[in-house]
Every structure is written in C-alpha cells, then in structure tokens.
C-alpha cells in the first residue's frame, strides 16, 4: 500500500530526489525488490533508507537487480560484506537487520543472493526468530494494568502485536511453501 | 570402517554443499569458490553469496571445513580431514547410482 507520494516534481525539470512512502511487510520482500528494480527502470535509484520512507536520486534509466538479505547479527559482517561485493553486490545500507543489495541486471546471469531452497528456508526462519524475539515485550505492555484499558500506548502496542501476529504467520506460510520446492 | 560410518551421516550432500566441497580440495576465499563451482560444474550451478555465506557457517560447524587464513576481509577456507572423507564418500555414492543407472538403462536396449 501506498500512503502517498511525496516531493515528485510534476512536470518540473531538475528534480534531483523522490521520497516515497509506502509499508511493506517483511514477508513481502520479492515484492518490495520488484518494486525497487521498477524505480530504477524509470531513472528512479534507491539512494537512502529509512523506515516506510524510500528515497531516490535521479540518473539514466537502468535494469538493476535489488535484493534483500536478512542477518540476525552485525557480528563478522566485514567478511560478509566483503563476499557479496566481491560477487559484485553493491550495499546500499541496512535497516532492522534487512540488507539492502543492488547489482545491475545482465542476461544469461541469476543475479540471485539464494540459489537454493535450503538456504532461502534458513532466511525466513532468521526473520521469524527475530519476530518471535520482539513479541515478549509486546505482550507484557499489552497486558500491563499501569496502562488504561484503551489508552493510546496500549491500542497502538496491541495493533503492533498484531501485525507482528500476521507476520509470522505469513513468514510461517512462505517457509512451508518453500520446503514443498 | 567407524569413520566411513560416520562421513555417511552427512550424506546425500545437497547439490550445492557438494559443489562447495568439492572447490575447496584446495583453499579458497568466497567468491573463489563461487567461480570455481561455476568452473566445475560448467556453468550449470552458481552459488549466490547469501547461500555461501550461510553454507560456510554450517560447514565450519560440522567440521566439514576449516579456516586455514585471513586477510583483506577474506576467509580462506579449506576441506578438513573429515570434510574429505564426506567427499570422497558422496563420490562413491555417485559413481554406483551412476553404474546402477547405466546397467538398467543398457538393458532396456
């Protein structure tokens, strides 16, 4: 979904950045590299990352490949950085523990991060163990008396509960549909 | 006998895991290995980073492989004695899936 578009200069020359809205679910990942190759087809490059918010700079229409990795930790990132550099990965940044790739596209080319099931399986049970993580302390907030019965921290906790909820449902379906390949 | 019992516990390797081990009968860094098995496979099987990077981690893990050096970011790493008997053991298993295939295969003619 998107919550609207910010800063596109209609019709205008010489407007250098978009920033973009828009919400996807850590389930929606090829959607989201789709989404980004898009962009980068209409001159739109993916230049910084914040959450909900995409920021592009404008350059010569071009086919690259955007992908999305997920490490649970920082530690020996050096060397995994170094690998996916090495097989001519560009990181373009990382956020919450999603890392953020482009390459540009050349046929013939996988131009894959995951090449095979087992390992894309091991992915999405990374992003469940940290969903699961997180939602002890949720919980606990949700079910805290200190807070009213429909204060604004205790509904806003409640409905983050429950996309987290969704989440790993739809994170649970993809590893099951994964494993039948 | 004991350790050809224990290398067939790994088996059958995936196709990528074999393709791993068997690049690294000699040391290599990372995206060494992901040339070589291109190189050996003839182009047919490519290894992406993140599942290279995951595979080292699990390798290291059974022991199959060991880092042997490090410099410029880069780990090399290197089959360990075990990680060559699951090797040699899966190449075996190949070669009489191979025979048994061929014997059938050249009766049916």
Redesign the interface.
Known sequence: MTFGDGGKGEGKMGRDTLTKFKFFGVWQDRQEEAWLREMGKQGWHLSSLFPLVYTFTRGEPRDDVY?L?FIASGKDS???????R??G?EHLGSLTGWQYFRKPYEAG??A?????A??KI??YRRVRMRLAAVMPVLIVTVANPAFGRFSSIRVFVAAVLLLLVYSLVRVSLRIRQLKRL | MSERVEARRYLPLTETTYYILLALVEPLHGYGVMQKVRELSGGEVEIGPGTLYGAFSTLRKQSLIHKVHEGDRRKVYALTPKGKQVLQAQIRRFERMARAGSKVINDLR
């Not at chain 1, 050096?78 to 996916?84: D, I």
Request: proline share 0%.
């Open positions: 992908r990795d050096e060397s995994y950085l170094r690998l996916f090495d097989a990965w080319e996988a894959e991060i995951y090449t095979d087992e390992s091991q992915k």
